[in-house]
């Protein structure tokens, strides 16, 4: 199975301030990977899908790179509706396969 | 819009069996382009797939294997749902449960509200 290695744990960051999330894969997996924002209380909502791609209505200071087993999530300036945690999955193949969630709170 | 209602218990005895659904709206448990997914989500074990179904021409199920000999996903058409059955549940399946809808790439874009189950006698 694969797994997906996320870092930080958490972070503290202010609004404006730029954050990268990391997700390292056990094996290659190409472009094979969606981001994910998990309020408190709320259901995960996908962010980017395919590495890269950003999905509809999503603002456009997410970003998302990477291929094979390195991916990065970046929000560009920090706005107060995104203090969450955010998490990665890998769509290469079943078991699908989270990472551990990185939750950014408010410096 | 689509949307996805989950219902079922939120206690669940030891040894007993677990069993949620998921309503569908705006799409259907039939579709050619989508896939039924339960996942769950706990502190000690973060988010973690347990299976899938999907129609193409027949029906697939797909099943983590460390859920495999307790797990059964089915789908109703004539009600437009899904269900989860997990047996001989321990308090190690207590859990915050969450039915999605896998479309185009393996993105899980839609998800239930979740449901918190705690197994406890």
């Known amino acids: 199975d694969i797994q997906m290695t996320q870092s930080p744990y958490s972070l503290s960051a202010s609004v404006g301030d730029r954050v990268t999330i990391t997700c390292r894969a056990s094996q290659s997996i190409s472009s094979y990977v969606n981001w994910y924002q998990q309020r408190p209380g709320k259901a995960p909502n996908l962010l980017i899908y395919?590495?890269?791609n950003l999905r509809s209505g999503v603002p456009s200071r997410f970003s998302g790179s990477g291929s094979g087993t390195d991916f990065t999530l970046t929000i560009s300036s920090l706005q107060p509706e995104d203090f969450a945690s955010y998490f990665c999955?890998?769509?290469?193949?079943?078991?699908?396969?989270f990472g551990q969630g990185t939750k950014v709170e408010i410096k | 819009q689509v949307q996805l209602q989950q219902s079922g218990p939120g206690l669940v005895k030891p040894s007993q069996t677990l069993s949620l659904t998921c309503a569908i709206s705006?799409?259907?448990?039939?579709?050619?382009?989508?896939?039924w997914n339960w996942i769950r989500q706990s502190p000690s074990r973060g988010l973690e797939w347990l299976g899938r179904?999907?129609?193409?021409?027949?029906?697939?199920?797909d099943y983590a294997v460390s859920a495999k000999s307790r797990i059964i996903i089915n789908a109703d058409t004539s009600k437009n749902q899904f269900s989860l059955q997990l047996n001989s549940v321990t308090p190690e399946d207590t859990a915050l449960y969450y039915c999605a809808r896998e479309q185009s790439l393996s993105t899980l874009d839609i998800w239930g509200q979740g449901t918190m189950v705690t197994v406890s006698s």
């Open positions: 999955q890998q769509s290469y193949t079943t078991p699908w396969a």
């Open positions: 395919a590495a890269s």
């Open positions: 705006g799409d259907s448990v039939s579709s050619n382009r989508a896939a």
């Open positions: 179904t999907y129609y193409r021409s027949k029906w697939y199920y």
